[in-house]
T-cell receptor, first 114, second 112 residues
Framework: GQSLEQPSEVTAVEGAIVQINCTYQTSGFYGLSWYQQHDGGAPTFLSYNALDGLEETGRFSSFLSRSDSYGYLLLQELQMKDSASYFCAVRDQGSSGSARQLTFGSGTQLTVLP | SAVISQKPSRDICQRGTSLTIQCQVDSQVTMMFWYRQQPGQSLTLIATANQGSEATYESGFVIDKFPISRPNLTFSTLTVSNMSPEDSSIYLC?????????FGPGTRLTVL
């Protein structure tokens, strides 16, 4: 089966840098994604890593090491609006056979303090 | 990108009743996914709905409890049948096959 582990909570101050780690166990791994979800909102896509290395998109970067089954999301120059839940998700074969589907981690609640 | 709408946005229902949630996408998509998210928890995949075939359910979810329709490439419904308070959750429709997945705004269901 699949399992993902990420910290439940992270707190940081405005302007700081925070890293949210994710380790996973899965079969038929295709890639690691990150999603942001504000309270009461729908998850929104942040990044996707299929290959090892760092992907940078503005203030957010995501890293993947396939050999270590590990990735992280790096948020720089934190802003108050970054306070949200962040989910890592693996795209894998899943139990539905041919469909490539997302399996989500338990989520990390990020609180940005002034 | 895809724009997804869901109806209803929220509902309060009595135990033993059923609720059908509608999901409309602004473009044709092959696969649609239904997720459940309990407050403060992660997203759990209920089933994958393909047009023209029966939905594929994940472990712990069965068709009798969560029947799904997929009449065309832009629309799907999920029914929560014979509801109990344990079914209180947010139900989300989603589309996307490769790098990015898009989610509807969710249906917040409370069962009394």
């Amino acid at each position: 089966g699949q399992s993902l582990e990420q910290p439940s909570e992270v707190t940081a101050v405005e302007g700081a840098i925070v890293q949210i780690n994710c380790t996973y166990q899965t079969s038929g791994f295709y890639g690691l994604s990150w999603y942001q979800q504000h309270d009461g909102g729908a998850p929104t896509f942040l990044s996707y890593n299929a290959l090892d290395g760092l992907e940078e998109t503005g203030r957010f970067s995501s890293f993947l090491s396939r050999s270590d089954s590990y990735g992280y999301l790096l948020l720089q120059e934190l802003q108050m609006k970054d306070s949200a839940s962040y989910f890592c998700a693996v795209r894998d074969q899943g139990s539905s056979g041919s469909a490539r589907q997302l399996t989500f981690g338990s989520g990390t609640q990020l609180t940005v303090l002034p | 990108s895809a724009v997804i709408s869901q109806k209803p946005s929220r509902d309060i229902c009595q135990r033993g009743t059923s609720l059908t949630i509608q999901c409309q996408v602004d473009s044709q998509v092959t696969m649609m996914f239904w997720y459940r998210q309990q407050p403060g928890q992660s997203l759990t995949l209920i089933a994958t709905a393909n047009q023209g075939s029966e939905a594929t359910y994940e472990s712990g979810f069965v068709i009798d409890k969560f029947p799904i329709s997929r009449p065309n490439l832009t629309f799907s419904t999920l029914t929560v049948s014979n509801m109990s308070p344990e079914d209180s959750s947010i139900y989300l429709c989603s589309v996307g096959e490769e790098n990015e997945q898009f989610f509807g705004p969710g249906t917040r269901l409370t069962v009394l």
